[in-house]
């Protein structure tokens, strides 16, 4: 993309930022059947939480890295406009080191047991509700578990109520 636009190769400069764009909402809607295809219907629930709390501290951290990565060759003299081509390929370089992980992220076994296959298939027809608790799981939280539900709610709550009100 730099390469672009130092070229002067207005449509391809236009064009990978539209391709930039458009990964947020792409990658953000194909998160549950991605989750779904690799860990199976049962875990989409309890994995996604985690998917989006890394999204989110994503979103906050990101953006104030790229700021002081931007920030310091402007400190060294290198003009406004150059200083954006180092983010871009910092951000290149991150998401290169993402698809790797990706790719080493292994996939758990499938149902072994009758009646885990049972389940599964049950949980993707709503079929579950009538069934006995041992087979369905708990309705409550896990003794404990609580205070980290609400440490984690806050955790992500109140930076994003900073940035909302600074927005504001």
């Not at 049962?42 to 931007?70: E, F, K």
């Not at 292994?106 to 009538?130: K, L, N, V, Y």
């Not at 087979?135 to 806050?154: K, Q, Y």
């Amino acid at each position: 993309m730099p390469q672009t636009g130092r070229l002067g190769l207005v449509v391809l400069f236009v064009l990978d930022y539209g391709m930039i764009i458009s990964m947020d909402g792409g990658g953000s809607s194909t998160i549950p059947a991605y989750l779904r295809d690799l860990f199976g219907a049962t875990q989409v629930g309890a994995i996604h939480d985690h998917a989006l709390t890394a999204s989110s501290a994503a979103g906050i951290a990101g953006p104030v890295l790229l700021n002081y990565i931007r920030k310091y060759p402007i400190e060294q003299g290198v003009p406004k406009a150059e200083a954006y081509t180092i983010t871009i390929y910092i951000m290149a370089d991150l998401l290169m080191g993402g698809f790797v992980c990706n790719l080493l992220v292994a996939q758990p076994p499938s149902c072994d047991t009758r009646a885990e296959r049972r389940c599964a298939r049950a949980w993707d027809t709503e079929e579950i509700r009538g069934w006995p608790r041992e087979i369905r799981g708990s309705d409550t939280l896990p003794a404990g578990t609580v205070p980290l539900h609400i440490f984690s709610g806050l955790s992500i709550g109140v930076p994003l109520a900073c940035g909302v009100l600074e927005t504001l």
